[in-house]
């Protein structure tokens, strides 16, 4: 079936660097993409989403990049904090369907 | 405070028994997931309801069974079925796509453990 994927499990970075999260999917069909955060022990929080008819989408201290030649998507964090630290998904949406997630990559940031 | 609540947040099983896990919410959100969720791995659906009264197989419903009787509430049965039922089990909701993203919020969890 489709997939959803992570280049990297893990992310090691030193606080006020910035952070790129890579994602991989296969579905070229998929509607729009959806990054998570989850902290250990909790639910996934919503971060930021992404349309497949844009390229890239800001928020506060997040940017989105979607390249669908490639069928890649990126967050990037500015100046990332100790408070980032948690595990990040990427997820995938067509029409009506239930999201699809990948497997996710653990963000460490160092002090 | 709008939102959506899990219950218990821990829960033990026997082998052999069903339990049932409880989630309910007041987003006025007529679409419902159940995820699973094992160690170092990403969320695998089990089974969603877009509307009252109907549901949908997700793709891993084997072992698993629900009902939604009421739209803000959508309980999971794990049966004995289910040959490996320990995980992380988390419930979302969502208004049902319409084409822009829709963002699925998430409650806070059940860790389910058989003993």
């Known amino acids: 079936g489709e997939s959803v994927g992570l280049h990297l499990p893990t992310l090691s970075v030193q606080e006020g660097d910035n952070s790129i999260i890579n994602c991989a999917y296969s579905?070229?069909?998929?509607?729009?993409f959806i990054w998570y955060k989850q902290e250990s022990g909790k639910g996934p929080q919503f971060i930021i989403d992404?349309?497949?008819?844009?390229d890239k989408r800001q928020g506060q201290r997040v940017t989105v990049l979607l390249n669908k030649t490639v069928k890649h998507l990126s967050l990037q964090i500015a100046a990332t904090q100790p408070g980032d630290s948690a595990v990040y998904f990427c997820?995938?949406?067509?029409?009506?369907?239930?999201?699809?997630f990948g497997s996710g990559t653990r963000l460490q940031v160092q002090p | 405070d709008g939102g959506i609540t899990q219950s218990p947040k821990y829960l033990f099983r026997k082998e052999g028994q069903n339990v049932t896990l409880s989630c309910e919410q007041n987003?006025?959100?007529?679409?419902m997931y159940w995820y699973r969720q094992d160690p170092g791995q990403g969320l695998r659906l089990i089974y969603y309801?877009?509307?009252?009264?109907?549901?949908q197989k997700g793709d891993i419903a084997e072992g698993y069974s629900v009902s939604r009787e009421k739209k803000e509430s959508f309980p999971l049965t794990v049966t004995s079925a289910q040959k490996n039922p320990t995980a992380f089990y988390l419930c979302?909701?969502?208004?049902?796509?319409?084409?822009?993203?829709?963002?699925?919020?998430f409650g806070q969890g059940t860790r389910l453990t058989v003993v």
């Open positions: 979302a909701s969502s208004i049902p796509g319409q084409g822009w993203p829709t963002e699925a919020f």
């Open positions: 579905n070229s069909a998929s509607d729009y």
């Open positions: 992404i349309r497949s008819n844009m």
């Open positions: 997820a995938e949406g067509t029409g009506r369907r239930a999201l699809t």
């Open positions: 987003l006025n959100h007529d679409a």
């Open positions: 309801s877009q509307i009252v009264n109907d549901f």
